[in-house]
């Protein structure tokens, strides 16, 4: 592990130095990246826009329903994501429409998927570079979970959040990620694979509480 991992992220160091006596079970576990509504748009105005074409943070959400979910929002719902939005970030939200039940019941492939990614979280299609080389990382056994989050951190993702005037990414979403990929590193170095989904998440959750 280099060294200027564990400066950035001392406090999940800690965290798991606290764990280490399940360490020694966990590395003797078993071996074991368009038509209108695809761009979120809807005639000629984006969904949510006020009066003079402005973006706004209802309409960065409605492009969440019509791109991710593939429909417009409820009331409830796009009232509900507005408090996370202007409470958290538009990180917390893009991970709550991508880890939905409705949207995993879509049921979609790789190809699909990093689709979804370009088009919501970068408002553009795809190109051959990028997405061949999420498509290879998913291939590979790479949890859908880290790459979104490749997209969350990129500077294009940034830079349309800042468009609607919204945060990109709080600092509860890097102490989050933190938490991910050094879990990840750990299955990466000490087992020699990817983790699978179940045992990712049991030892993000442990290293977070």
Known sequence: MNIRFLEVYPAVVAKWIN????????ALAPLSHAGNWGEGVWGTMKWGQDDSG??????F???FYVNILGRPSDEGGLNAWLDV???QSASAVALGFLNSAEFKNRDLDDAAFV???????????GDEGGTSYWLQQLSSG?????VIWGFLRAGEFKTLSDSFGVTAVSAADE???GVRTFTERFYTVVLGRQPDQAGFDGWVS????
Do not use: H, K, V, W
């Not at 402005?54 to 309409?59: H, L, Q, R, S, V």
């Open 85 to 87: 939005i202007n409470t």
């Open 115 to 125: 689709d979804i990614l370009y088009r919501t979280l970068f408002d553009r299609a």
């Open 19 to 26: 764990l280490c006596c399940l360490i020694g079970l966990f």
């Open 175 to 177: 102490s989050s990620y």
């Open 61 to 63: 959400i409605e492009r």
């Open 142 to 146: 790479q949890l859908r979970d880290m």
């Open 206 to 209: 442990a290293l977070s509480a």
């Open 54 to 59: 402005g973006d706004t943070p209802t309409a």
